[in-house]
């Protein structure tokens, strides 16, 4: 109890007037995301983004996915033949596989997707990693080979994160609505960042992947740290990513003294 209510002090965003549930609590924090140095754009997308996660508290955020969590695809044999197809590329199978994909079940099961969701890796020299229609994850060799198992539960928790608001994805690209899709990429950093720490990873591990590949990416000519219609800055997203692992150490220290 008394590490709840530390977790509910310390976590509160001045989202009061926001969040759904939250309204009546006055938040007491004043370390909230003004505090990023962040355009009042990319600050309203953050927030928008972390309302939907409550007080951000680990008990709150779980009850907040378990809500929004859509029910399992369970692609048949046909579909995953289909998607494995779609994808022109072949595919790995090794026991470095096989290790890797034991390493990514905490981040499967945190999200209640263990058995549910298929790892499909495939060659390739492109370091990425996505979710195909709701139905499979799809992970390169390359990203195997430049990341550790920490960051790419990250990078996965990220991906996992895009089925929660899969519909409302779908209809801001309809609507051209770039500021929608800029905010579900951080509720999906943030939801990185919260699965990391519940399952005992450092969630710090998060960014450090997300800067490696976007460098990567900028070198290979098909990546940007300048804002898109998509994704906000890297910039963005790092102090994001930052901010949350800050609240959350705070926590951590103070619920153990
Ligand atoms: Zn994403």
């Avoid at 709701?134 to 390169?140: E, G, K, P």
Wanted: proline letters at 4%.
């Amino acid at each position: 109890m008394l590490k709840h209510v530390a977790l509910v002090t310390l976590l509160a965003l001045e989202l009061s007037t926001t969040a759904a549930g939250q309204t009546g609590r006055t938040p007491t924090s004043t370390a909230g995301l003004e505090t990023l140095a962040l355009r009042d754009s990319q600050k309203a997308e953050a927030e928008r983004a972390l309302a939907r996660l409550g007080d951000l508290s680990i008990d709150t955020v779980r009850e907040r996915l378990a809500k929004m969590r859509p029910p399992a695809y369970l692609p048949g044999p046909v579909l995953l033949n289909e998607i494995i197809k779609q994808q022109r590329l072949p595919v790995s199978s090794s026991e470095r596989v096989e290790r890797l994909k034991a390493a990514l079940q905490p981040v499967l099961a945190y999200h209640q997707r263990d058995g549910k969701l298929p790892i499909i890796v495939v060659r390739s020299e492109q370091p990425k990693a996505y979710l195909v229609a709701r139905a499979a994850i799809i992970i390169t060799t390359q990203l195997m080979l430049i990341t550790g198992e920490a960051e790419l539960r990250g990078i996965i928790a990220h991906e996992l994160a895009h089925e929660y608001l899969w519909e409302e994805r779908e209809r801001a690209f309809k609507e051209n609505d770039e500021s929608r899709l800029r905010e579900i990429e951080l509720f999906c950093d943030a939801v990185a960042v919260m699965t990391l720490k519940e399952i005992g990873d450092d969630p710090a591990h998060y960014a450090r992947a997300l800067e490696r590949l976007t460098y990567i990416g900028i070198t290979a000519g098909n990546a940007t740290r300048h804002e898109s219609k998509t994704h906000p800055t890297l910039e963005a997203r790092v102090k994001l990513n930052r901010w949350l692992c800050q609240q959350l150490g705070r926590v951590t220290h103070l619920a153990s003294e």
